[in-house]
């Protein structure tokens, strides 16, 4: 048998149909049919996979150590700065960010003891987490997916307990060299 153009055309396929195929599969497998959705929980997914090495292996638990860190951060940042920060977190963790703001009443004025003890205080309706750890973990997070630079100005704002603890990698509940077992 003869490979003729005839035959080529009936085996080739055709760019277009292809293309229009593959945006159809695409589409269909799209969880919630936006792509800015499914590329937020994902992300989200991923941070809170993140911090469960650190706290445990609990979605739950890593979702309310996330938000509960980042409303004691936000808290206690400057109200341009708290923005900054905000805009360049993925869009459902920005939602959690924001939730229950009151910019006329920050920043809160915490020592690293004091923000140690409001992280403990909120988190204690979950199974018991240290607050050190939740944010421990939650820092290490931020300073993964967070430019360097906004990390940088987070940093430079808080006190100088906390900002040690979080440039140097010690614990942020903890002195240096004490460890948890």
Not at 122 to 136: E, G, K, N, T, Y
Request: aromatic residues 8%; contains cysteine; hydrophobic residues 40%.
């Amino acid at each position: 048998m003869l490979w003729n153009d005839r035959m080529r055309a009936a085996f080739e396929p055709d760019t277009r149909k292809c293309e229009t195929l593959i945006r159809d599969l695409e589409s269909s497998m799209s969880a919630s049919g936006l792509d800015v959705f499914d590329k937020t929980l994902q992300t989200t997914h991923i941070w809170l996979k993140e911090i469960e090495t650190k706290v445990g292996p609990d979605r739950q638990v890593a979702w309310k150590v996330l938000s509960v860190v980042l409303h004691k951060l936000r808290d206690r940042l400057p109200v341009d700065l708290a923005a900054h920060l905000g805009a360049e977190l993925p869009l459902l963790i920005r939602g959690v960010y924001y939730d229950q703001y009151e910019p006329a009443k920050q920043p809160a004025k915490w020592n690293r003891d004091e923000f140690v003890a409001e992280v403990q205080r909120w988190l204690s309706d979950i199974r018991p987490v240290a607050a050190p750890d939740a944010i421990d973990a939650v820092f290490g997070t931020l300073s993964h997916y967070v430019s360097p630079g906004q990390i940088e100005k987070v940093k430079r704002a808080l006190p100088d307990d906390i900002q040690a603890c979080w440039t140097n990698g010690a614990s942020i509940g903890r002195p240096r060299g004490e460890t948890t077992h």
